[in-house]
């Protein structure tokens, strides 16, 4: 499977905004649920957000609200976008592509496991200032 291409990290403010892109050149991007998770130096991995084939999408709690994901099959790639942001959601910030069928609440707990069928992305990092 080709790399996901993650892009859109960088440095904000507290309060800002950010939009992370994640493009998938696989052929099967329509199939796949993707989304991301993220970690901080010295903690656990952390869903954010996915999105299932269908467009249903899950966020973790602490994110409902702030982040949105969402999904172009076209361009075969999925957006984060985030806004105020708060020094807590500084990280690293990866892609990942599920491509065993489930859906969105079983996908946002799957997608830190890397599991059968699970491609990650190198990471982009957050800086929240």
């Known amino acids: 499977h080709v790399q996901l291409v993650e892009s859109g990290g960088g440095s904000v403010q507290a309060g800002g905004s950010l939009r992370l892109s994640c493009a998938d050149p696989?052929?099967?991007?329509?199939?796949?649920?993707m989304g991301w998770f993220r970690q901080a130096p010295g903690k656990e991995r952390e869903g954010v957000a996915v999105i299932a084939s269908d467009g249903s999408t899950s966020y973790a709690d602490s994110m409902e609200g702030r982040f949105t994901i969402s999904r172009d099959n076209a361009k075969r790639t999925v957006y984060l976008e985030m806004s105020n942001l708060k020094p807590e959601d500084a990280a690293t910030y990866y892609c990942?592509?599920?491509?065993?069928?489930?859906?969105?609440?079983?996908?946002?707990?799957?997608?830190?496991?890397?599991?059968?069928?699970?491609?990650w992305g190198q990471g982009t990092q957050v800086t929240v200032s």
């Open positions: 696989g052929v099967n991007f329509n199939t796949y649920c």
């Open positions: 990942v592509a599920e491509g065993v069928p489930m859906n969105a609440a079983q996908c946002l707990g799957a997608i830190t496991l890397h599991g059968a069928g699970s491609i």
